[in-house]
């Protein structure tokens, strides 16, 4: 008898502990999923050609301290000066000789995509308020902060091409950059290409549907635009000119990681930072939408689900959409989460935002490193 009354009162407890879990998801969770998360791409392709390496822990740290979660980093080609902006809303410059110093204040804690313009302004993605152009003496116009009547939700990323028409990313409509995390539990494909017309003074939409919309990039011609789908493990391209202009296609898939930023390099590649999305935890919640929608309804475990992904990748691709090399940090031992990588002669400038410095790698170096690897 009184047992069966503990085996009542324990059911009783677990029912009401289930309704109200139950409740709560019902009137907090921020998520509505619509499908599984795309596949990731096969053991085969490019991972069984790249064994992973660990050979971005030869990184040097630029700036250490100083810079806050620099998303973004630029290299100018013709001095060599480093552009970042950091969580504190400033757009940073690296000498030549070595020495930070403050270049433009913008404020706020969602600035992104640094790229820079003809006139010696640089442009600058805010995720919150859209896409900006700032002087060196500290001038911050808006360019646009809305498209064809819609909210530029998360600028992410920008490049300006030589007839002055900035391509840049909307990476959701649905999350703004401090929630980022949550369209990786929803997977609704929200992300557009945009397109800014100094002319005009007007955006427009190039392409949308994306899989969170991220790096934008162009090949020297010009003759296409480069959009990377974070969530599809790939980068699609946009024909600019000739017989396919207008045509969208697959540039470069099966990428071990997720893009994230991608830059045209000074060796003529371009060079693609990896997410690395992925965690036991995260793989394991993924697979139900009740699991995403009950983590999603508490911040605590969204951010301990977040604090799951470690390490490092990043990708050199052909003009083609060949990748040709692939270097990691596969467990995130000197650099996380990094998400842009460029190349300047020689050497590798990678921004992150887990990180407060920017890697520097000679990739001389790194190339000594793996042939003495190699057993002859
Ligand atoms: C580096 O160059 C800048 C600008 O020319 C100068 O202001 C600064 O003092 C130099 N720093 C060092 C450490 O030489």
Redesign the pocket.
């Known amino acids: 008898m009184a047992r069966r009354g503990l085996l009542d009162a324990a059911g009783a407890a677990a029912l009401a502990v289930a309704v109200s879990l139950a409740v709560h998801v019902a009137l907090h969770c921020p998520v509505q999923p619509v499908g599984p998360p795309p596949a990731r791409p096969a053991a085969g392709a490019a991972a069984s050609r790249f064994p992973p390496n660990n050979l971005l822990q030869n990184l040097e740290k630029l700036g250490e301290g100083m810079l806050r979660a620099p998303e973004d980093v630029y290299v100018d080609n013709a001095g060599g000066e480093v552009f970042t902006a950091t969580r504190d809303g400033w757009v940073r410059r690296m ?1 030549a ?3 930070w110093e403050r270049w433009g204040l913008v404020g706020g804690t969602g600035l992104l995509g640094v790229a820079p313009s003809a006139d010696g302004a640089m442009l600058v993605c805010d995720a919150d308020k859209g896409l900006l152009k700032v002087e060196e003496n500290g001038r911050v116009t808006l360019l646009a902060s809305t498209v064809q009547g819609s909210t530029i939700r998360f600028a992410d990323a920008a490049i300006e091409a030589s007839d002055g028409t900035v391509y840049f990313s909307d990476a959701s409509t649905r999350f703004s950059f401090d929630n980022w995390f949550l369209d990786f539990f929803e997977y609704r494909f929200t992300g557009r290409l945009l397109k800014y017309d100094p002319r005009t003074g007007e955006a427009s939409v190039v392409l949308d549907g994306l899989g969170f919309a991220n790096g934008v990039a162009l090949p020297p011609d010009e003759a296409f635009v480069v959009v990377c789908e974070t969530m599809r493990f790939r980068c699609l391209r946009v024909w600019l000119k000739g017989e396919k202009a207008g045509e969208a296609e697959i540039f470069v898939d099966n990428l071990p990681g997720n893009p994230d930023n991608i830059r045209l390099g000074s060796d003529g590649h371009f060079w693609i930072a990896l997410l690395q999305v992925r965690s036991p935890w995260l793989d394991l919640i993924s697979r139900w939408s009740l699991t995403r929608r009950v983590i999603a309804s508490f911040p605590a475990l969204v951010e301990r689900t977040k604090a799951t992904l470690k390490g490092a990748v990043v990708a050199q691709v052909s003009l083609n959409g060949e990748i040709v090399r692939v270097l990691g940090d596969y467990e995130g031992k000197v650099i996380n989460w990094v998400t842009s990588v460029t190349e300047f002669n020689g050497d590798l400038f990678l921004g992150s935002l887990a990180t407060n410095f920017i890697g520097k790698l000679s990739l001389a170096k790194v190339t000594r490193e793996q042939e003495d690897a190699v057993p002859s």
């Open positions: 000498r000789n070595g020495s």
